[in-house]
């Protein structure tokens, strides 16, 4: 799992001398930055294994490890379901009927065929921490998604269930 699964953010409680506890929040690791993406009024998330692999490496645990790398050849049907959702959002987008004043966005993300990095991104797009929509508030307590287009397989789109579901974030 070789981090993978390192949660994004830790949070302290410290009270303060009115008695009220305040929350703090940083973020740990580097965010992946989304494949594609597009801002917009509401952001759909996409989640793809575009990618069949993801570099490895060994860790020493003396440093922070290097960010996760996709690599090897690309899956064509996955990135043709990514292709499909940006192009149901354009649509939807260019529509003058279809909800009229509101513009959606998109982020797609790469798990590169991987659980490890499938939960990953579902905690960056659950907790808003993306650097492409950074608004400067982190833990804001609201994503900046509000859906997201799981994978095609059963494991990392169950994984990510487990994650987004109790936030209620449609998948």
């Not at 965010?31 to 020493?60: A, C, E, K, L, W």
């Not at 990953?120 to 608004?135: H, I, R, S």
Request: aromatic share 8%; net charge negative; with cysteine.
């Amino acid at each position: 799992m070789a981090g993978g699964l390192a949660l994004l953010t830790s949070a302290s409680i410290s009270t303060s001398a009115s008695g009220l506890e305040s929350v703090r929040c940083r973020l740990q690791g580097t965010p992946r930055p989304p494949v594609f993406s597009q801002d917009g009024n509401f952001v759909i998330g996409g989640v793809f294994s575009i990618h069949y692999y993801m570099h490895t490496m060994d860790h020493s645990y003396t440093s922070m490890p290097e960010p996760l790398q996709c690599t090897g050849s690309m899956d064509s049907r996955e990135l043709r379901f990514s292709r499909a959702m940006i192009f149901a959002v354009e649509e939807i987008n260019n529509s003058s009927y279809l909800l009229p004043g509101v513009t959606l966005g998109y982020q797609v993300h790469d798990s590169c065929n991987s659980v490890p990095m499938a939960v990953k991104v579902a905690f960056q797009l659950a907790n808003g921490l993306d650097p492409m929509f950074d608004t400067g508030e982190q833990c804001s307590g609201s994503a900046t998604v509000t859906a997201i287009i799981g994978e095609s397989a059963s494991t990392p789109t169950i994984s990510m269930l487990r994650i987004i579901g109790p936030l209620g974030i449609p998948q």
